[in-house]
């Protein structure tokens, strides 16, 4: 399985972005997928998740601001980011599988994604 990211980017705080995460490979193990970030010298947190059954997952602080939504017929899910913040200023990750319980089981590469008071 290999997952290609795309959609970062440099914003001022208050605009969005839109990352996408394609994935290739063997996709039946595709489960759930979701999006990880990781600031600078901080662990990488998660951000959303949307499992293959039931509701999608958010982080407290991005509730309301980031929808996570998945397309099946273009095996890529997404990740909508409204109102950024500088503290979302972070490299984020697309990661997909089968959940193990913290995580999925396969990493794509990181998008940088900065946010400018």
């Known amino acids: 399985v290999q997952l290609q990211a795309s959609g970062g980017g440099s914003v001022q705080a208050g605009g969005s972005l839109k990352l996408s995460c394609t994935t290739s490979?063997?996709?039946?193990?595709?489960?759930?997928m979701g999006w990880y970030r990781q600031a600078p010298g901080k662990q990488r947190e998660l951000v959303a998740r949307i499992p293959s059954v039931g509701r999608t997952i958010y982080k407290d602080s991005v509730k309301g601001r980031f929808t996570i939504s998945r397309d099946n017929a273009k095996n890529t899910a997404y990740l909508q980011m409204d109102s950024l913040k500088p503290e979302d200023t972070a490299v984020y990750f697309c990661?997909?599988?089968?959940?193990?319980?913290?995580?999925?089981?396969?990493w794509g590469q990181g998008t940088q994604v900065t946010v400018s008071s």
């Open positions: 990661n997909a599988g089968r959940w193990t319980g913290t995580e999925y089981q396969y």
């Open positions: 490979g063997s996709i039946r193990m595709i489960n759930g």
